[in-house]
Each structure stands twice: as C-alpha cells, then as structure tokens.
C-alpha cells in the first residue's frame, strides 16, 4: 500500500516536473496540470456537487418533518426516506465522490509540498514558488475561493445549519493561514482548484434548477 502511495505522489511530483518544462514556467505548470486533475475527476465531482445541493434544498421539509415526527423516530426515517426516493436524493452519493477523491487531493498536497524546484521557481509576483507567498497575495485569493466555494455548496450561513456555517469561515481562514506558511506552489494549486469548483458548482446550480423546473412542469401537467 506504501509503494502505491508513493507511486502516485511520484507521478503527480513528474506532472509538475513535465507540465513546467512544458510550458517553461513551473506557475503555468501547476495551473495547466490543476485543471487536468480536475477535468479527470469532473464525474465524481458534479456527482457530488449535486447530491449535495439537493440534500440542502431538501433541508426545509427535512425540518418540517423532524418536527412533525419529533415523538415518533420510526415515522420519521420513513419519512425521510420517502422524501428522498420522491426527489431522487442518495445520501451516499455525496460521500462516496470525496472518499475517491480524497487520496489524489492529498496525494498532489505532499507532492507539491516536497516538490524540489529548480533554480528558476519564480511566477508573476512570486520570487520563488517554493518559498511562502512574501506578499500574501495567493493566502487571501486561496481563502476567498475556499470561501466561495463552501458559500456556493452549502448556501448562506443564516440558512445553513450550525456545523456548516461554521465551516463557511473556519475552513477559508485555515486554508488561508496554511498558504501563509507552506510553499506558494501549493497555494497556487489551491486556489486554481477553488476557482475550477466554483465554475462546476455554477453549472450543477443551473442544472439542478433545470431538473427542478421540469419536476415542477411534470407536476403541474400531470
């Protein structure tokens, strides 16, 4: 299992290596192989994306039945359940994305923190991609798309519940301070990957309205 691990981190560290020669810069590098990983994973991700925003716009009857069915527990996953099939919702279906994913985000996490660059690492601003961004310009966009990302996901705080408003800020600020500290690569890959998320979310909200507009057309013709 060790030496599958290190194979893929191996791979991700020669994507760096390969896509920086191949664009002459080791920034471009990072962005052109960011956007390919995240094109390979675009079906578990959307997968994800829209069981998950179902699962929040479902909130509001989950609440009216919790509170319905309170006194009556059995009743109330029947009623869940049906409230589910009604609206094509698997639960699972948001988990089982992320638990594919997660390895290959990790993976490109210790890749790119160990990443040896060569003497020319700058990109932009950036003396050096290897160092800390010195202006902290890639930890405030990193945290602003980690933040818009969550907010596209999970909706506003007001309307989320108390562990995902919590997550709205608390996870923005980490992902912030860690930029601060770890190689600006990594921020760089950071927030690439947040802005190619908050474009996908954008195309699952749309069509999850189209899916909902349809139910509703069905509904009335019906």
Known sequence: ?????????????????????????????????????????????????????????????????KAKYKDDSQKLNEETIKLWKEHGVNPAAGCLPMLVQMPVIIAIFQALRAFEFAADAGFMWLPNLAQPDPLFILPVLAAISTYAQTKMTTGDAESAGGSQAIMMYAMPLFIGYISMQFPAGLALYWTVTNIFGVGQQYVVNGLIRADSDDREQEGESG
């Open 1 to 65: 299992m060790a030496g599958l691990w290190q194979s893929l981190v191996g791979m991700i560290s020669e994507g760096i290596e390969f896509f920086g020669q191949l664009t002459g810069n080791y920034g471009w590098g990072i962005i052109l192989l960011t956007v390919m990983v995240r094109m390979v994973l675009v079906p578990l991700t959307m997968s994800q994306n829209r069981a998950t925003l179902k699962m929040r716009q479902l909130n509001p009857e989950l609440e009216r039945l």
